[in-house]
């Protein structure tokens, strides 16, 4: 089964911590739309004859998309890749969401939202610019409750430095209130080509200490536990039974095609992604051309892609498998690393399966970093 990514690069307006590829021009959105269809017309056998059952509408801010560009698309989508889909989703703001809005998209066979929600202060909300209020946040949710879709995620981010651990509490109970099917939680990571990054560089901002983003992250994971929720990816909770599946097919290396600009895509054995630039894009898929860079991975690469998603799934790490298809005994390679991360109790291992613990999760990256492979381990 494979998955299909539809990247809408068009926002209302910038968010201060924002580095996914947007621009807040619409005027290039009927050519944009058509370079879209084009360009799965283009590339419908890179999956290779696999079935698509997942479509996930992201970007940007598909939610900006006038409905009759989301009908095209579907229309064309059904053509090229026919059956049932198991999930559609579409990301969307709460400044976006009417009833109008939300029955239409019903009607067109979407039936997940994303909602991007942030936060539910109005000061916080403010401070990243977002084009919504509190209250548009909250009536997003009863407005999707009320058109019937039964599956939605809120997501939130954390970490941000001008509050305190209180702001962070109350955003939290207030999603939890709302009984989402799906929490998304991130923290707030400073990029450089952002306004909070130029703001950084000047001394205008003042990025938060890790201590503080932990203590935020430790309480996200308790409260969630305690609400009955269950962290399948580091960032990711669910009720059971709802959680993503497109997504934890990417953490599953299932192959994706990705669409639209900056969009990547992995056919099972390479990945590789469209131009970050909407104007690239559009003029190589009017010339009749792909503007797809492919990437060559390298075995340990691969291996090393494996370890970090891996990680940070609830499902783990399976070792087993990596020894089946890459005769690569990594339990043994990294037994040094391994034995002193779980005496730590960073990770634990069960049946060739390696996972983090809570504590583990705080440090994910440098954890796979210690047990990755290069080129020497493979010979
Ligand atoms: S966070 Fe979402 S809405 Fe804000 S600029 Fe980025 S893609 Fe657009």
Known sequence: MAGLYIHIPFCKQACHYCDFHFSTNLQLMAVMMDSIIEELKLR????KGEAVDTIYFGGGT???????????????ISALFPGRKQEVTLEANPDDLNSQALATWKSLGIDRLSLGIQSFQDQILKAYNRAHNSK????????????GFEKFSIDLIYGYPHSDHRLWQLDLEEALCLDPGHLSAYSLTIEPKTTFGNWTKKGKFCPAEDEFVAQQFEYLQERCDKAGYIQYEISNFSRPNQAAVHNSNYWKRSPYLGIGPSAHSFDGSSRGFN?????????ALSAGSLPFVVEKLTPEECINEEILTGLRTRWGLDTGSLAERYHLDLLEIKKGSITKLTELGMIHTEAKTLTLTRKGQLLADSIASDIFIDSDDLS
């Not at 419908?44 to 999956?47: G, H, I, M, S, V």
């Not at 548009?136 to 058109?147: G, N, V, Y």
């Open 44 to 47: 419908k056998e890179y999956l």
């Open 62 to 76: 598909p939610s900006l998309v006038p409905a009759e560009y989301l009908e095209k698309i579907l229309d064309q």
């Open 275 to 283: 131009p970050s630039s909407n104007t690239s894009y559009t003029k």
């Open 136 to 147: 548009e946040a909250t009536q997003a949710i009863q407005l999707a409750r009320a058109a």
